[in-house]
C-alpha cells in the first residue's frame, strides 16, 4: 500500500518514460515516440553548465549527430517580459513561476519538440528543475508545480551538475559578481547580498538534491576538472545513443 | 494540493465576477451593477480579464506574430490573472470592498479547452484563485451575440474569433464556429463550479434587475463595509 502523499504525486511522475509527458501533456500535440533525444543539463548558476553543453554539442557533431541547444527562459515570445520583470522588481513567486512556465511552453512547442520529431539530440541547459527548485524554495505549493510542468516532456538523460556553496561562491565572484536574483535577494534572507546567496543557494541546493531520485538525475560532480566532467557525460552519452 | 476555487474565501469584502462570450453583454450588465453599488455606498473596484501591464508586452508581441500556441495563450493569460489576483483583487478583498471581475478564470477553462488545451490541467493552474462569492453566467445563443457584434460594427479580433485554430477563414464563420464550442465548455463548468445562469437574451432592464435581485442578499449576509463619504472616482 501506498502512503496519501505517494498516491498523490502518481501521475505526475509515477512511471517516468522518457521521451514522453510528465503528466497530462498537450493533447493536440499526442507523442508517438519520436527519433530525437532529449539530454537535460542542470545545475545552479556558475556550474559550468554551458561550457559543458558547448564541448557535448562539439563532440555529438564530430559523432554526427544534428543538435538543437535549448535554454532557461530564451524564448523570443518571453525573454523580453522576463528581463523587463526582473529589472522592474515586480515579480511575485506566482508570476515568476508562470513566466517561466510560458516561457518553457514557447520553447517546447517550437523548438524541442520539432527537434524531437526531426531526429536532433536537444540538448537543454537547464530544465524544468530549475524551475521546480526556485518555486520550491520560494513556499509555492509542489503538487501544483508538478501538474502545471505536466506539459513537459521527460528527459532521456538528465545531468546534474553536483556542487557545493562554497565552490560555487568561488566561481561566481571570480567570474562576474553576485547578482539580486541569483541571491534570492527577494526571499529577504539578509540585507547582505553575500549572506543572502550562500543561504539561498544552500536552500537552492537541498532542492536539486531532493529531486535527483524523483527524477532520474545523473550526478556529476561539477567540482571536478571540465575535461573529467566531460568525459564522464561523453561515456554516459556513446552508451545511451549506442545502446 | 491547493483548491482554493472550491473554498469560500475568509476575507471581509465581496467578489463577484460576470462571465459569457463576446456580446453576451456581461460588461454592460456589470457597468450597472458597479453604478448600482456605489450608489448604494459601497466601494467598488473592477478588474478586466488579461489587463495587467506586466504580461502586456508579450500578449502583445505574439498576438501580433500570431506566435501564440494553446498552451502559451493559456499560460500567458494565468500570468496575468495571478499578477492582478495579488495586486488588484486580494487587496480590495482583504479592505473590505466589493471587486466586480469582468471574466474569471472561467473564461479561461472554456477558451483554452475549446483550443486544445487539456481541461483539467487548466483547473489545476488556476486552483490559487479566489472563489467568488457570486458567479454570473450570461448565457446567450451564437446568434443573438453574433447579431449584437456585427450591429455594433465590432471588428471580430483574431484571437477572440478564434482564428488561431484554422476553422474559417471567415472572421464571422469562425468566431460562430469557435464561440459556439465556447459555449459548450460553459455549460460544462455552469454545474461543475455552480454558476448562476442569467438569460442574457432578455432586456438590458430585466437583466439588471434579475442581477441586482441576486446580489443583494450576498451584500447583507456578512455585512460588507459601506463608506458615508461620497463615492471616489
Redesign the interface.
Known amino acids: 500500500m501506498s502512503s496519501p502523499s505517494d498516491e498523490q504525486l502518481e501521475g505526475a511522475n509515477g512511471g517516468i518514460q522518457p521521451g514522453f509527458y510528465y503528466g497530462r501533456g498537450v493533447p493536440y500535440l499526442p507523442i508517438n515516440g519520436y527519433p530525437g533525444k532529449l539530454i537535460a543539463i542542470e545545475g545552479t548558476d556558475g556550474v559550468g553548465r554551458s561550457t559543458q553543453i558547448m564541448l557535448l554539442r562539439e563532440w555529438l557533431e564530430v559523432q554526427g549527430y544534428g543538435v538543437v541547444e535549448t535554454g532557461w527562459t530564451r524564448s523570443p515570445l518571453m525573454q523580453p517580459t522576463i528581463e523587463l520583470a526582473k529589472a522592474s522588481n515586480t515579480l511575485n513567486k506566482l508570476t515568476f513561476v508562470l513566466l517561466y512556465a510560458t516561457d518553457f511552453a514557447d520553447r517546447l512547442e517550437k523548438e524541442i519538440i520539432p527537434a524531437l520529431k526531426a531526429g536532433f539530440v536537444v540538448l537543454s541547459d537547464r530544465y524544468i528543475f530549475t524551475a521546480l527548485a526556485r518555486a520550491g524554495v520560494r513556499g509555492t505549493d509542489r503538487q501544483w508545480l508538478r501538474n502545471l510542468y505536466g506539459f513537459a516532456i521527460a528527459p532521456h538523460m538528465v545531468f546534474y551538475l553536483k556542487t557545493d556553496v562554497e565552490t560555487l561562491i568561488g566561481r561566481v565572484l571570480a567570474a562576474r559578481g553576485m547578482d539580486f536574483w541569483e541571491s534570492g535577494m527577494d526571499l529577504k534572507l539578509g540585507d547582505d547580498i553575500y549572506d543572502s546567496f550562500r543561504a539561498y543557494q544552500n536552500k537552492l541546493l537541498r532542492e536539486y538534491n531532493s529531486m535527483a531520485e524523483e527524477f532520474h538525475f545523473r550526478n556529476i560532480d561539477a567540482r571536478k576538472p571540465i575535461e573529467v566532467i566531460q568525459d564522464e557525460l561523453r561515456k554516459q552519452v556513446r552508451a545511451f545513443l549506442e545502446a | ?2 483548491n482554493n476555487l472550491m473554498q469560500r474565501h475568509e476575507y471581509p469584502g465581496k467578489l463577484f465576477v460576470v462571465e459569457g462570450i463576446d456580446g453576451s453583454g456581461k460588461t454592460t450588465q456589470l457597468g450597472l451593477l458597479a453604478k448600482w453599488l456605489v450608489a448604494e455606498g459601497h466601494r467598488v473596484f473592477v478588474t478586466e480579464w488579461n489587463s495587467s501591464a ?2 502586456k ?2 500578449t502583445k ?2 498576438k501580433k506574430k500570431n ?6 495563450f493559456s ?2 493569460h ?2 496575468d490573472f ?2 492582478r ?3 488588484k483583487i486580494i487587496p480590495p478583498l482583504k479592505a473590505g470592498m466589493i471587486v466586480l471581475a469582468d471574466r474569471y478564470t472561467y473564461t479561461a477553462f472554456a477558451r483554452d479547452a475549446t ?4 481541461r ?2 487548466v483547473r ?2 488556476y ?2 484563485a479566489v472563489r467568488p462569492d457570486l458567479a454570473l453566467y450570461f448565457r446567450v445563443p451564437i446568434d443573438v451575440s453574433v447579431d449584437r457584434l456585427t450591429a455594433r460594427r465590432v471588428k471580430l479580433k483574431f484571437y477572440e474569433a478564434g482564428m488561431d485554430m484554422g476553422w474559417s477563414p471567415s472572421p464571422i464563420e469562425s468566431f460562430r464556429i469557435f464561440q459556439g464550442k465556447v459555449l459548450e465548455e460553459y455549460d460544462r463548468i455552469v454545474d461543475e463550479f455552480g454558476l448562476q445562469v442569467v438569460d442574457a437574451s432578455g432586456s438590458i432592464t430585466a437583466q439588471q434587475r434579475n442581477v441586482r435581485h441576486l446580489v443583494a442578499p450576498l451584500l447583507v449576509e456578512r455585512g460588507v463595509e459601506r463608506t458615508d463619504e461620497q463615492p471616489v472616482g
Request: aromatic fraction near 10%; charged fraction near 10%; glycine fraction near 6%.
Open positions: 494540493m491547493l506586466l504580461v508586452a508579450a508581441t505574439g506566435a501564440l500556441t494553446p498552451m502559451t499560460l500567458l494565468a500570468t495571478a499578477d489576483l495579488l495586486y483550443r486544445g488545451v487539456d483539467q490541467w489545476e493552474l486552483s490559487f
